[in-house]
Each structure stands twice: as C-alpha cells, then as structure tokens.
C-alpha cells in the first residue's frame, strides 16, 4: 500500500508537467488529437507510478470507429487506466464540469477538447451535450453514464442517452473492474495491483431508440452491462498473478 505522500509528491509535478506540455501542444494542433497521445502518456506513467497494472480486452473494438463509450465510473483512478486502454484511438471525455475549475489540470481539458457537463443545470447540461457532439465530430466520446463514482454498478442518468440518441453513433458498452480497490472513493491512499478495462459489441442505436425512448435505452444498456459485470471481475481474478 502506498502512503499517501510519496505518490503525490511525484504525481502533482508530473500532472502540473504534462498539463503545460498539453496547453502549449493546443496552439500547434488546434484538434486536440496531439494533445489527447499526450495525455495518454501521462495516463501510463500514473499507473506506473502508482505500481497499477492494467489488462485490457478489446474484443472486436475498431481504434479507427467513432463511438458512444458508454463506460461505468469506479474510481478517479479511471482516468490514467483508460488514456492507457484507449491508446491509439482519438476520443474526449465527457466530465462534470467542476473537474474543468482545477488548476492546469482543468485548462488542459479544455485545450484537449474534454467537454464539461453542469449537472445542476439542466438547460446548460442540453447545451453542453449539443456542444460535446458538436466539438467531436471525428472522434469517439467517452461519458461516464452512472455520473458518479460506484464499487458496483450504478444507476445511469438520462443525458448519456440523449447524447448518444442525438449523436446518432454506435453505442459501444465498456466495464473496469479494481480501480475501487486502487483508489476507493472516499480516500486518497493508493493501493497498487491489476484492474481490467474490457470492450463489449457496439450496438448502433440510430433506428433503434427516439428521444422519447431514451428511458427504454437507459435500461437496456444497464441491463447489458449489469450482465457482464460479474464475468469481468472474473477474468481479472484471473489475471492477477
């Protein structure tokens, strides 16, 4: 188990660090793909750091699609396992908009392309899903759709299902399993070992769900990754050593 002190001392440079490479990469790739493989080596080096072993299943996943990722939030520590699950492909989270408001961290975000959502607001959380579809039209956007942070997996809110309605893009389900033991939700201690990120069969949702069925999409996408849940935490019990 690591205290708290050491990872940290590394990890807020190193953050700090890549943040202002990021801000400076903006103003020489307004796109944000350069910016995006640079914050998906800072992904790796936190892992590493915090001694985090990352297993990847990427099915039939296509790193060259564009896709919902519809993906369950156990732990901050999601962010550096999926820049590392997601290396090669070019996509932008979709986050609460608070994230946006830390030091360096947040601007960086911005510069990447990252899309902040109010959630106490809804008229400007509309606005903002109008803004993520907008902003990504050549890449994948990554939305957490419980809005929180759960050990198992959580409700999910009706926004993701209106983006991903209005976007008109396949809707590709993805489980992490061992993030929560990383870094449980109300500490800040790390604790180091294996977490799985696996990649299920995108469903194209365009013909299948209207903006009036998006409380029938928001169960059946719950119902799929409810499923295969236990399977996950299975396969990454298995590839602990």
């Known amino acids: 188990m690591l205290s708290i002190m050491p990872f940290y001392l590394f990890f807020v440079p190193l953050t700090i660090f890549f943040a202002i490479v990021v801000i400076i990469a903006s103003f020489f790739d307004r796109s ?47 962010i550096p396992v999926l820049l590392v699950a997601l ?19 947040g601007q960086a975000m911005s510069r990447i392309g ?33 809005g929180s942070r759960f050990e198992k997996l959580g409700n999910f809110k009706i926004g993701p299902m209106i983006l991903a309605i209005k976007s008109g893009r396949p809707v590709l389900p993805v489980l992490i399993s061992g993030t929560y033991a990383v870094l449980p939700k109300d500490s800040w201690r790390i604790r180091p070992g294996s977490v799985a990120v696996r990649f299920f069969p995108a469903h194209d949702i365009q013909d299948a769900y209207t ?18 849940s236990k399977e996950t935490d299975e396969w990454l019990d298995k590839k602990r050593p």
Not at 40 to 53: M, Q, S
Not at 123 to 140: F, L, M
Not at 211 to 224: C, F, H, M, Q, S
Request: with cysteine; net charge positive; charged share 25%.
């Open 32 to 78: 944000g793909n350069l910016s995006n493989r640079i914050s998906i080596i800072w992904g790796g080096l936190v892992c590493r750091l915090a001694g985090v072993t990352v297993h990847v299943d990427h099915g039939d996943f296509d790193p060259d699609g564009k896709y919902i990722l519809m993906i369950n939030h156990q732990s901050w520590f999601d």
């Open 87 to 105: 290396r090669g492909h070019q996509f932008r989270f979709v986050a609460k908009e608070s994230l946006f408001r830390i030091p360096f961290f």
């Open 114 to 146: 990252y899309i902040g959502i109010d959630r106490e607001n809804p008229r400007r959380g509309i606005k903002s899903i109008q803004e993520a579809i907008a902003k990504s039209e050549n890449v994948s956007i990554l939305i957490f759709p419980e």
């Open 211 to 228: 903006l009036k069925e998006r409380e029938r999409l928001k169960e059946d996408l719950w119902k799929i990754m409810h499923a295969h």
